[in-house]
């Protein structure tokens, strides 16, 4: 008869501390992750929901306050400019700092149609994101050319 037992992740090399880190990492991606799928789905609600609410977006030539501002921004845009695009996020580091982490990546957005990126839409972005009542949201984004 054989026997199946969990076995806690310390018990195969890591301390209590790398998976905590390693959980709260998973749980940013996991923002992140929804964050996209709410962009593909041209949902700024679910978007929003995302952000804490006084979080600060900030974008070349344009600064929002708070999550009714970013709602309002990006239904205006899902609407218009950017119906039927998609945005691109690429995490090249995620640092978590007790109830914040902060992730640092590269960007971009496909209009409706594009297979590629154009130069002109790549980004560095930089997330901030803070953790309440065991709960991930988006304190921060800034943005600037790639």
């Not at 199946?4 to 992750?33: I, Y």
């Not at 995302?50 to 929002?64: F, I, K, N, S, W």
């Not at 982490?101 to 590269?106: D, I, N």
Request: hydrophobic share 45%; charged share 20%; proline share 4%.
């Amino acid at each position: 008869m054989t026997s199946t037992t969990s076995v806690p992740s310390t018990a195969v090399g890591q301390t209590a501390a790398e998976q905590t880190a390693a959980d709260a990492t998973a749980a940013v991606r996991e923002v992140l992750h929804r964050l996209y799928a709410a962009w593909t789905d041209n949902d700024a609600e679910a978007f929003a929901a995302l952000y804490r609410e006084d979080a600060t977006v900030v974008m070349p030539g344009v600064l929002h306050r708070g999550r009714d501002a970013v709602r309002a921004y990006m239904a205006a845009a899902f609407a218009g400019p950017l119906k039927g695009s998609r945005a691109l996020d690429e995490p090249v580091d995620i640092r978590v700092l007790g109830d914040t982490a902060v992730v640092v990546s590269t960007a971009g957005i496909l209009l409706a149609g594009e297979t590629e990126v154009p130069a002109e839409r790549r980004r560095h972005a930089t997330w901030t994101l803070h953790r309440r009542d065991g709960v991930w949201s988006v304190a921060a984004y800034a943005n600037a050319p790639a």
